[in-house]
């Protein structure tokens, strides 16, 4: 792999596209766009318009290739974890390497072994993960290359998804004009960004990652992703009841619930929050309205959370991860840590240009399609890079010569204006 590499990401949220490109450079990952377009084509289980979603990631594309100079041929995406399912496999391949060393067609030949199981018509399969290597009798969660053995087990995890939503998602993405590089499920994809599975290791994680329609529920437990579920509640369902008190739209209920409620206090300020005009009258929503709009919809959801984990907070030592769009509400994590009893914490990637929680999964899907690099060997990257090479290089001359417009050659020209050297 060269030193600089660059891939785009798409996931479609419940009501918008959500494109990020960026780049690989020395071990250091840097975002270079962000798009975010609207759109009303998917629910958290089935895509309901295709041609709303095509539109959408080919608008996102388009304008990240006004403002990037190159055009977006490939991407990384990521599939609901609705209906989630695994299988787990212990394969066994003879080495066929020279002087019994393992190589990657080693574990090349352990996939293609794991992916003949049967996993039943309703199902994809999203991807293949490799957990666990044992060489000799010692296990590692790193590719052992080059080690001597006769035999090479490799413990392989076979995550799927519902079978038409992914080939739905697929085809509007290849509809767009895009090809799909690779897919991930959206919790495994946060899962990498917010780097739990290290966590996962020795305590279990709760992932919750809430958009506006639906919560995703993934369990993460010795490394590796166990188990997923969705709850038909988001924080739109939730903003709805603004919605439908004051008569605001939807993206601004949901706003306003973010980043203008603190949740988890008992009294809040009676300032306004949002102020509008409504059949020639001035209203206003403050702080402890909205608090109080909301909170039956907060307290149902944090009983279905409830409801759902107590199961897993009886196995063990356990933290709950809140992201997603949900992941940017006030005092959300506070409400449900005292619920649970268990530590609970909001996650915001804090990449520049990318420190927004709606944007976790969609971050996640470069960390996990590079750790995946090594055994697939893939190496192209997603934009003509030709193009890239040539928009990023340009420096407009001059009709004075070849002087680049730098701030210290406006301000000479200022100081020197109207001079003349006698």
């Given at each position: 792999?060269?030193?600089?590499?660059?891939?785009?990401?798409?996931?479609?949220?419940?009501?918008?596209?959500?494109?990020?490109?960026?780049?690989?450079?020395?071990?250091?990952?840097?975002?270079?766009?962000?798009?975010?377009?609207?759109?009303?084509?998917?629910?958290?289980?089935?895509?309901?318009?295709?041609?709303?979603?095509?539109k959408a990631v080919r608008k996102a594309?388009?304008?990240?290739?006004?403002?990037?100079?190159?055009?977006?041929?490939?991407?990384?995406?990521?599939?609901?974890?609705?209906?989630?399912?695994?299988?787990?496999?212990?394969?066994?391949?003879?080495?066929?390497?020279?002087?019994?060393?393992?190589?990657?067609?080693?574990?090349?030949?352990?996939?293609?072994?794991?992916?003949?199981?049967?996993?039943?018509?309703?199902?994809?399969?999203?991807?293949?993960?490799?957990?666990?290597?044992?060489?000799?009798?010692?296990?590692?969660?790193?590719?052992?290359?080059?080690?001597?053995?006769?035999?090479?087990?490799?413990?392989?995890?076979?995550?799927?998804?519902?079978?038409?939503?992914?080939?739905?998602?697929?085809?509007?993405?290849?509809?767009?004009?895009?090809?799909?590089?690779?897919?991930?499920?959206?919790?495994?994809?946060?899962?990498k960004e917010a780097a739990l599975f290290?966590?996962?290791?020795?305590?279990?994680?709760?992932?919750?990652?809430?958009?506006?329609?639906?919560?995703?529920?993934?369990?993460?437990?010795?490394?590796?992703?166990?188990?997923?579920?969705?709850?038909?509640?988001?924080?739109?369902?939730?903003?709805?009841?603004?919605?439908?008190?004051?008569?605001?739209?939807?993206?601004?209920?949901?706003?306003?619930?973010?980043?203008?409620?603190?949740?988890?206090?008992?009294?809040?300020?009676?300032?306004?929050?949002?102020?509008?005009?409504?059949?020639?009258?001035?209203?206003?929503?403050?702080?402890?309205?909205?608090?109080?709009?909301?909170?039956?919809?907060?307290?149902?959801?944090?009983?279905?959370?409830?409801?759902?984990?107590?199961?897993?907070?009886?196995?063990?030592?356990?933290?709950?991860?809140?992201?997603?769009?949900?992941?940017?509400?006030?005092?959300?994590?506070?409400?449900?840590?005292?619920?649970?009893?268990?530590?609970?914490?909001?996650?915001?990637?804090?990449?520049?240009?990318?420190?927004?929680?709606?944007?976790?999964?969609?971050?996640?899907?470069?960390?996990?399609?590079?750790?995946?690099?090594?055994?697939?060997?893939?190496?192209?990257?997603?934009?003509?890079?030709?193009?890239?090479?040539?928009?990023?290089?340009?420096?407009?001359?001059?009709?004075?010569?070849?002087?680049?417009?730098?701030?210290?050659?406006?301000?000479?020209?200022?100081?020197?204006?109207?001079?003349?050297?006698?």
């Open positions: 792999m060269s030193d600089k590499q660059i891939f785009a990401a798409v996931e479609a949220a419940d009501h918008e596209i959500r494109l990020v490109v960026g780049e690989f450079f020395n071990t250091r990952f840097n975002i270079i766009k962000v798009e975010r377009v609207p759109m009303n084509g998917v629910t958290y289980d089935k895509v309901t318009d295709p041609e709303l979603v095509t594309a388009d304008d990240a290739k006004r403002m990037i100079g190159a055009e977006i041929r490939s991407v990384v995406l990521a599939i609901p974890a609705y209906k989630m399912k695994r299988y787990s496999a212990k394969v066994t391949v003879d080495v066929e390497g020279i002087n019994s060393e393992v190589t990657i067609q080693d574990v090349r030949n352990a996939i293609r072994k794991a992916q003949q199981t049967d996993i039943g018509r309703e199902y994809a399969l999203v991807q293949t993960v490799c957990v666990k290597y044992i060489v000799n009798g010692i296990s590692t969660r790193r590719i052992p290359l080059g080690e001597k053995c006769s035999q090479l087990t490799v413990d392989i995890d076979l995550l799927c998804a519902d079978r038409q939503l992914s080939y739905d998602l697929v085809g509007c993405v290849e509809n767009a004009g895009l090809s799909v590089t690779d897919i991930f499920l959206d919790v495994f994809a946060v899962g290290e966590q996962s290791v020795n305590r279990q994680v709760i992932i919750l990652k809430v958009e506006r329609e639906a919560t995703t529920l993934g369990l993460l437990r010795k490394g590796r992703l166990t188990t997923a579920a969705v709850l038909p509640i988001g924080i739109g369902t939730i903003a709805g009841l603004v919605t439908d008190k004051y008569g605001i739209s939807t993206d601004m209920a949901v706003e306003l619930m973010k980043y203008s409620a603190r949740l988890d206090q008992e009294k809040c300020s009676t300032n306004p929050v949002h102020i509008w005009s409504q059949d020639n009258e001035t209203r206003t929503i403050n702080e402890q309205e909205l608090v109080d709009c909301v909170a039956p919809g907060v307290q149902a959801w944090l009983k279905a959370i409830l409801k759902t984990c107590v199961p897993i907070l009886q196995a063990g030592e356990t933290t709950v991860i809140i992201t997603g769009e949900g992941g940017e509400t006030e005092g959300l994590d506070r409400l449900l840590q005292k619920q649970l009893g268990v530590e609970t914490k909001c996650y915001i990637p804090q990449t520049l240009g990318g420190r927004n929680a709606g944007l976790t999964a969609c971050l996640g899907l470069f960390y996990a399609y590079q750790d995946k690099l090594p055994v697939s060997g893939l190496t192209e990257d997603s934009l003509d890079m030709d193009a890239f090479s040539r928009a990023v290089s340009f420096r407009e001359k001059k009709p004075d010569g070849n002087r680049e417009d730098t701030l210290t050659n406006k301000l000479r020209g200022i100081f020197l204006e109207g001079k003349r050297v006698n």
